[in-house]
């Protein structure tokens, strides 16, 4: 029973942190906005720098931050996805279908880890600094990629309730 209370935490945990980044992305790219919308301190050299440039300029950093944080999440949902494969597989022998979704959690991961994530961030460089109203194939194969993970990250914690 320990290890299924504690299999029930590590789902609880990672489907909680996948939500959390959800929020931070969506949340970062708002706060552009907000900033813009009521500057304060920062209105002068937003003035002088230009509210386009300034806007693009700080979407750049947003992207870069996120980059970083969604990186590094999934170097821990590696981690967890290990552990909690682990544990059912060696605990949990005549309850194979928790195996197999916890499986399949993971193979999400690894698909965003290895190929969703580093052709992301490969074109999401590429277009950081095209004006947003400029349409560009980059900026199609990006949205591509992007909606596959958002997909794959919606689909993660479906299967985390489900087990």
Same mark, same amino acid.
């Given at each position: 029973?320990?290890?299924?209370?504690?299999?029930?935490?590590?789902?609880?945990? &990672?489907?909680?942190?996948?939500?959390?980044?959800?929020?931070?992305?969506?949340?970062?790219?708002?706060?552009?906005?907000?900033?813009?919308?009521?500057?304060?301190?920062?209105?002068?050299?937003?003035?002088?720098?230009?509210?386009?440039?300034?806007?693009?300029?700080?979407?750049?950093?947003?992207?870069?931050?996120?980059?970083?944080?969604?990186?590094?999440?999934?170097?821990?949902?590696?981690?967890?996805?290990?552990?909690?494969?682990?544990?059912?597989?060696?605990?949990?022998?005549?309850?194979?279908?928790?195996?197999?979704?916890?499986?399949?959690?993971?193979?999400?991961?690894?698909?965003?880890?290895?190929?969703?994530?580093?052709?992301?961030?490969?074109?999401?460089?590429?277009?950081?600094?095209?004006?947003?109203?400029?349409?560009?194939?980059?900026?199609?194969?990006? &949205?591509?990629?992007?909606?596959?993970?958002?997909?794959?990250?919606?689909?993660?914690?479906?299967?985390?309730?489900?087990?």
């Amino acid at each position: 029973m320990k290890i299924r209370n504690f299999a029930c935490w590590l789902l609880g945990a &990672w489907m909680a942190g996948s939500l959390f980044m959800i929020m931070v992305a969506t949340q970062n790219f708002a706060s552009v906005d907000r900033l813009l919308a009521a500057p304060a301190a920062a209105g002068p050299r937003i003035e002088q720098m230009g509210r386009t440039e300034a806007r693009t300029f700080l979407r750049y950093q947003v992207s870069e931050q996120n980059r970083f944080y969604f990186e590094t999440w999934e170097k821990i949902q590696l981690a967890m996805g290990v552990v909690l494969l682990a544990a059912l597989w060696t605990n949990l022998p005549d309850r194979r279908i928790f195996v197999i979704v916890a499986a399949a959690m993971f193979t999400l991961l690894l698909l965003e880890r290895f190929y969703l994530t580093p052709e992301i961030v490969r074109i999401g460089r590429l277009i950081d600094f095209v004006p947003q109203a400029v349409s560009s194939p980059e900026r199609d194969t990006f &949205w591509k990629f992007h909606n596959n993970y958002s997909a794959a990250e919606l689909l993660k914690p479906e299967l985390g309730f489900f087990l």
